[in-house]
């Protein structure tokens, strides 16, 4: 439908190579998600996932695309989820090796060393950034902690339109 209506949508998947427990490229006959876009008849493109500025351009050219009435553009991130799925898996299934390679690629810390080696910052603001960020998930984390349980009759809430 919106390729069909050129709308000016972009559909961003984060590609982290693994369903809970199964590998992606194990699960799908079409690994590559940015092929599929074709069927739809919108450009898909795939991109560096780890690369702040590389995810950013490609943003940036479908949303020029979009812009201009062109239609929605699939955007297929190749990252990684340096985790278990959920509390619920071990994480048992990639090896050592896999995750200390996609570690070494961390986004955040390539692009800090990006920022520090064009002197676009310092270290003293990236270490305020961190701070702030860090101040931010403690206060959320006490917030939740301390609130209240929901209630049962809270479990339908904000799920039907009221009339």
Aim: aromatic share 8%.
């Amino acid at each position: 439908m919106a390729a069909l209506w050129k709308l000016p949508i972009l559909f961003v998947v984060e590609n982290n190579k693994w369903a809970i427990g199964m590998a992606h490229e194990r699960a799908t006959s079409q690994p590559e998600i940015y092929r599929k876009a074709a069927v739809f008849g919108m450009p898909g493109v795939e991109v560096d996932g780890m690369d702040v500025l590389a995810v950013r351009a490609a943003a940036q050219e479908a949303v020029a695309r979009a812009r201009a009435g062109e239609g929605p553009t699939l955007i297929e991130c190749l990252t990684y989820r340096f985790r278990g799925h959920s509390l619920a898996d071990p994480d048992e299934l990639r090896s050592k090796a896999e995750k200390e390679a996609w570690l070494a690629r961390d986004p955040i810390k390539r692009f800090e060393a990006y920022l520090l080696e064009h002197d676009l910052v310092g270290e003293e603001t990236l270490k305020g950034i961190r701070d702030r960020i860090q101040t931010q998930i403690d206060n959320a984390l006490t917030f939740a902690e301390e609130s209240p349980e929901p209630s049962p009759e809270d479990l339908y809430k904000y799920i039907f339109a009221d009339s």
